[in-house]
């Protein structure tokens, strides 16, 4: 048998001694402190802190707690009830107190706990209730999984319960096939899946087995998907009701060894069923399923969960299967005791499975025993596939389908879907399921309506709903009951701005208010692109100019005398004539290109249009995160004394250095206030690190991090520290309050009820905020110390020059009964250095040579971002900032004229005080800027001001406080790494590999398709050109017409639809990058030059060419042009068959229309000529052809064979010619228009020379389009 099985890889949590149930639905104990339920309010677990009488709801049914002090007023009670494992933990070990909670309410497990400050506390890793939480000298019981034995627990002096032993007999594996029973009872998660129903005479019918499963967590089983697509017959209808539901079909038996065992406690029903919503039941993808119980079990000897991995399981590993499916492949009766097989773990290449059957290397694997003799079989699906780890079992795998029963060749296969990393799992937003705990941090976008537990400084920008632009502060109290005002509620689609929270998910999807809200996405206000008003634009003037002259020809016609239907046909002909109707599809083919070209170029591209700004673009705000590597490390540390210390500018990776810094007096308490300040979190066990090696798994700020792997390389415990100083509040880093506040208790020994409090930030707001200064461990007052600030002025300049990132540091200690003061103590300031990118400085050049201005905005010191700006080339060597010319001149700064600087860097603090007309005029003429201690506000204005100053403008935006700048930015940019989740959602590209060079790709790309739509378009407009040209000249001379209406059809075919493809697929020019951007006011798609050029010079000659191949083929079967004027009347009525020629030659109607049909081959022959080059000088804007080459596009060239081919088969083939009204010409006629298609491709290529020579000429000011 084939036996495919869907293999789990969900990681556990750091703790694999004490593996705890889980499941795939992420479920953790949320916490409701001092408050009641709601009535019907949904909440899968409730935790409740109880000094008084309170409800506990937990669904599917309430309990009340109530408080049992009893006469011992000494003993306060705090109940905790986990409704998901029926556990209530004591906060007093009192025999009296625990027994009468736990009969009350038939407990299985009681433990004494001692309660910590927070409750939440309790609950880390897992759900695993850690020795620092538990009260050593008592016994306690943790909830496992995986095990299949245990010893006795004694759970109270008086109350013992005996544990239940289960030998699984390791050493000795039986069969599925060919084998014998497993020990009863051995496999305490073992499910029996079946179905119940009733035949219409109304006897019960019971197909007691179809399937196993697995118990994951004591309300949640899973299987295979494909067993629950049961189907019944007709003739039998489910027990539960005349209108089944799938659920009501299954009964679920648990706890048992023999299926035809009939205890009524081991029989479950399936309340809800949640199939992968991938599940393809023809090739068994993602063949996974969980069914949640009616009830929870009770966790007996008989019932246990099973562990999930903590690791892939790799071939040729040993596992077990089990269940109780056929024992032969011939046999059509289940094995009525629960039996097991030893199978291994095969490579992929050696999985033969059926050729229809889709087999995915990443989501199954094989598994056989080695000599074919054992497998699953009929029945067995859905059963687990297990393996040991560290003495628990655990789950790999579901059996999923299978050819035959252990067949040679053919082993089982498993298949692959979900992983864990520890307690919160990391899934996508549309997996979430109302009842999930969810934990968002800063710059996530909120993914569901979610009911706050925890907070920690949180801001949220509810802007796309309420359309307030100030973030708003929430917490986990209830205020209101309109959804958008309430304090604890997330609603989906915000985005946190600061802080965290942990909530629990009440709404999804199109449940939310979000998705209620049916006019959102029409409510917000589009940005309107440079493309969308070009292309608007564009066709309003075709559409205009092809209707008015319709009107004007359909009015001359009706006048004189035509019939008016011919009148309307003319008109409809003019108008298509005049609209390039390949054109739309062009341009949405260049754009797609582009976006495809993109994509390998690692840029994503979510706005198609921005592709099209980006030619635009004259500004590029950058910031410095974009620039560097976001990779700091610590670089110096000035702490202050007597003298300014500073150490080398090298990272401070050196045990030599680290302790010299060891030494210095006031070093531990500047490193304590940086480690209580950073957030940053491990992910990995702390102690398995080497010794002075840095971690490399933390997650966080960047400058934060770096704070975290220097304590690391100087040895110092920072989980003891944070433990030892446990955190009371935070109130995050924001762009406007530059500083970090972190409030914690101080623990310290005789330092009862003392709080401490730690600050971390831009150093000149922390110093001045300081009232003393800690020196030589001695705090000393900070005010009236001149000599004092004059240090710190020095040293932060003397930090800054070297481009780093530079903090200061503050704290105060105060008790908690007295409140806290403004008695902050500066401690000292910690710079940061952080490299910038490979090929940054290059993509600045290119920037420069592209006439793109790089702006650097920054939330640093003034004289840090200036010495960045310098290391980035955005300052060139030569340019001069006021305090340079200050130094050159030897005067002080407030004497120079600030238009002597040629690089200026603007304060933010100065931003209030410039007028915007003033900020504009400086971001567009002066040649370098620079912004330092920015606010994102801040940001938002520079950019409206730098398109109050016609400038196209290009942000990088890095928070979710960027949205303002996201919405007025032309064109916005987020880096996948670096940027917030809000920041990516928004914005209209975002680079995958944080790279400036692929943004100045995209740029290139940008100015790359604006060139071959203006390719496309002027080609087009050409061939537009002599269409109408025609229907002029036979309105106006009263001429016969020399393009027929199916004449007109062929010229759009042949010459038009390939050719005009063709320049879309053409090569950039050499030198696109070295051009000035696309002047969005000059250089529209069309304008005044691409109308002169395609119809009034390059038209002008295709037209004449035209013409004179006509008159030509006239003027030889006698008719001169003088002889053709005015003669349209006569010549298309058929009653006259004497019409003379020039000569005096009668012609017949017949014999007139031949003429006709002949002259149209010669018209459509000459414009397929010229057209040709057309083509050729449409390769090219700006370079010659013979610069560009004619190998750049091998598209061009077959379409400069293809036309004349296509022409001279519809001409010469006999029938098909006459069909479409055209009739073979002499050879000698081809030659007409050559001359005319040289002269063409002369005269262009003298234009682009004159163009290339003298750029602000008249040739380019009045050809180049």
């Known amino acids: 048998m084939i036996l495919i099985i869907f293999l789990i890889t969900i990681i556990n949590g750091q ?49 009340s707690a109530v408080n049992q002090a009893g006469t011992d007023m000494n003993h306060t009670l705090d109940v905790i009830l986990l409704r998901s494992f029926d556990v209530f933990c004591l906060n007093n070990y009192d025999p009296k107190f625990q027994q009468k909670i736990c009969d009350d309410y038939s407990v299985r497990y009681c433990c004494p706990i001692i309660i910590n400050h927070h409750i939440r506390d309790i609950f880390v890793k897992n759900k695993t209730y850690t020795n620092s939480f538990i009260d050593n000298q008592s016994r306690f019981i943790q909830t496992k999984c995986g095990r299949t034995t245990s010893s006795s627990l004694n759970l109270f002096p008086s109350t013992t319960h005996t544990g239940y032993i289960m030998n699984l007999f390791n050493s000795v594996f039986s069969r599925i096939i060919n084998g014998v029973e497993s020990t009863p009872y051995g496999w305490p998660w073992l499910v029996s899946i079946g179905i119940r129903y009733r035949h219409p005479n109304g006897l019960w019918q019971n197909r007691t087995h179809i399937c196993g499963g697995t118990l994951i967590e004591p309300s949640h089983v899973l299987t295979a998907a494909h067993c629950l697509e049961q189907k019944i017959d007709d003739r039998y209808v489910p027990f539960t009701s005349t209108n089944p539901t799938l659920e009501s079909l299954f009964i679920l038996r648990i706890g048992i060894h023999d299926i035809r065992s009939t205890r009524s406690d081991e029989i479950y029903g399936a309340k809800r069923i949640f199939v992968h919503e991938r599940f393809i039941s023809s090739t068994f993808e993602n063949d996974i399923a969980i069914i949640r119980l009616d009830r929870p079990v009770i966790v007996t000897r008989y019932i246990s969960p099973i562990c999930l991995p903590s690791n892939n399981i790799l071939p040729g590993s040993q596992v077990t299967v089990a269940g109780w499916g056929t024992v032969t492949e011939t046999s059509r009766v289940h094995s009525n005791v629960l039996r097991q097989a030893n199978v291994n773990i095969l490579p992929a290449t050696n999985c033969r499975v059926y050729t229809d059957v889709h087999y995915d290397t990443s989501k199954q694997l094989c598994a056989a025993a080695l000599d074919w003799s054992k497998d699953t079989c009929a029945g067995d699906s859905g ?101 958008l005002q309430t304090n604890n509620l997330l609603l989906c689609g915000t985005s946190i701005t600061h802080g965290s929270a942990i909530g629990i998910v009440v709404k999804t999807a199109e449940h939310t208010l979000l998705g209620k809200m049916s006019n959102t996405t029409e409510s917000l206000d589009p940005k309107r692109t440079i493309y969308a008003r070009t292309i608007r634009s564009l066709f309003l003037f075709l559409t205009v100019f092809g209707l008015a002259l319709g009107v004007v020809f359909f009015i001359i016609l009706y006048s004189t005398g035509y019939y008016w239907l011919y009148a309307i046909q003319i008109m409809i002909s003019v108008y298509i004539a005049c609209i390039p109707e390949i054109l739309p599809a062009i341009i949405q083919l260049c754009l797609t290109r582009t976006a495809q070209r993109m994509a390998t170029r690692n840029c994503l591209v979510k706005v198609i249009d921005a592709l099209y700004d980006l030619a635009c673009t004259t500004i590029l705000f950058v910031d410095k995160s974009v620039l560097t590597s976001n990779n700091m490390g610590a670089s110096q540390i000035w702490i202050p004394s007597n ?9 401070l990776d050196d045990l030599t250095i680290i302790h010299e810094c060891m030494q210095m007096s006031g070093w531990q308490t500047l490193m304590r206030t940086a480690i209580l300040c950073s957030q940053a979190e491990c992910f990995i066990d702390q102690h398995q690190a080497t010794r002075h090696t840095p971690l490399t798994e933390w997650e966080g700020d960047a400058r934060e991090i770096a704070i975290i792997k220097y304590a690391e390389y100087a040895d110092l415990d920072i989980a003891a520290i944070r433990q030892l100083y446990p955190r009371r509040d935070l109130r995050p880093f924001t762009s406007e309050n530059k500083r970090i506040e972190s409030f914690h208790f101080n623990n310290e020994p005789n330092m009862e009820g003392m709080y401490l409090d730690c600050m971390m930030g831009a150093p000149e707001r922390i110093f001045h905020r300081c009232a003393t200064v800690l020196l030589n461990d001695e705090e000393i007052p ?140 400086t971001i567009i003429n002066a040649p370098e800027v620079c912004f330092a201690r920015t606010t994102l506000r801040q940001k938002q204005k520079i950019v409206e001001c730098a398109q109050l100053g016609k400038a196209v403008v290009a942000c990088f935006c890095q928070s979710s406080d960027d949205r303002g700048a996201i919405k007025k930015a032309d064109v ?156 349209r009347k006569a010549w298309d009525a058929a009653a006259i068959n004497d019409l003379e020629d020039s000569y005096g030659q009668e012609w017949t109607y017949r014999q007139r229309k031949i003429l006709e049909y002949m002259g149209y081959a010669a018209f459509l022959a000459s414009i397929i000529i010229v057209q040709m080059a057309n083509l050729l000088i449409c390769k090219t804007r700006r370079l010659s052809l013979f610069q560009q080459g004619l190998r750049t596009n091998m598209f061009v060239n077959f379409c400069l064979i293809f036309m004349p081919v296509v022409a001279v088969l519809l001409i010469y083939t006999p029938g098909l010619n006459r069909a479409i009204f055209l009739e073979r010409l002499q050879p000698l006629w081809w030659l007409c228009p050559i001359p005319f298609a040289l002269m063409i491709f002369g005269y262009d290529e003298i234009r682009k020379f004159f163009i290339r020579k003298y750029p602000e000429g008249w040739v380019a000011k009045e050809t180049y389009h």
């Open 15 to 63: 703790d694999t001694t004490t593996c705890e149930p889980k499941n795939s639905l992420s479920w953790t104990p949320w916490f409701n402190f001092h408050k009641p339920s709601l009535k019907g309010e949904y909440e899968l677990h409730t935790a409740i802190r109880s000094r008084h009488p309170t409800i506990v709801c937990a669904e599917p049914r309430s309990v």
């Open 383 to 483: 059963g687990p596939l297990m393996h040991q780890n560290n003495g628990e079992w655990t789950i790999s795998g579901i059996t999923s389908y299978g050819y035959g029963c252990s067949k040679r060749g053919f082993p089982g296969v498993y298949q692959a879907d979900v992983k864990r990393e520890g307690e919160w799992q990391r899934i996508n937003s549309e997996d979430l399921v109302r009842g999930d705990i969810i934990h968002v941090r800063g710059g996530d976008r909120v993914p569901a309506d979610i009911r706050i537990v925890h907070t920690s400084g949180l801001l949220v920008d509810n802007s796309i709903i309420t359309k307030d632009s100030d973030p708003v502060t929430k917490s986990a109290d209830y205020t209101n009951t309109n959804p």
């Open 643 to 651: 003298q300014v210390r500073i150490l080398s500018a090298a990272p």
């Open 782 to 921: 900070k005010d009236g110390d001149i000599v004092l600030e004059r240090m710190f002025n020095e040293t932060l300049i003397q930090m800054g020059s070297l481009g780093e990132t530079v903090l200061g540091f503050a704290d105060r200690q105060y008790h908690r009964d007295d409140g806290p003061q403004e008695n902050w103590r500066f401690l000292g300031l910690m710079s940061f250095s952080d490299p910038i990118q490979e090929n940054t400085v290059k993509a600045i050049e290119k920037c420069r040579l592209a006439d793109v201005k790089v702006i650097l905005i920054s939330g640093d010191h003034p004289v840090t971002a200036c010495a960045l700006a310098r290391r980035l080339t955005i300052f060139s060597s030569e340019s001069e900032t006021v305090e340079d010319v200050a130094i050159r001149l030897g005067i002080p700064v407030e004497r120079v004229e600030p238009r002597q600087a040629t690089a200026i860097v603007i304060h933010g603090r100065d931003l209030h005080s410039i007028s915007q007309l003033d900020l504009a005029d």
């Open 972 to 1127: 916005s940019v987020a880096m996948l790494n670096g940027s917030s989740e809000a920041s990516r959602q928004e914005a209209d590209l975002v680079l995958l590999d944080n790279d400036l060079n692929t943004l100045v790709g995209a740029i290139e790309e940008g100015r790359y398709l604006w060139e071959n739509i203006k390719k496309c378009l002027a080609y087009c407009l050409v061939v537009n050109a002599t269409q109408l040209v025609p229907f002029l000249m036979f309105i106006i001379f009263q001429i016969p017409l020399t393009l027929g209406p199916i004449t007109l059809l062929l010229v759009d075919l042949i010459t038009q639809l390939l050719p005009t493809i063709s320049l879309a697929y053409e090569r950039p020019e050499s030198d696109i990058m070295t051009r000035g951007p696309i002047d969005k006011f000059r250089d529209l798609l069309i304008n005044r030059r691409l109308l002169s050029l395609c119809w009034g010079q390059i038209g002008f000659i295709q037209i004449t060419a035209g013409f004179f191949t006509w008159v030509v083929v006239m003027a030889e079967n006698g008719f001169w042009p003088s002889r053709l004027l005015g003669i």
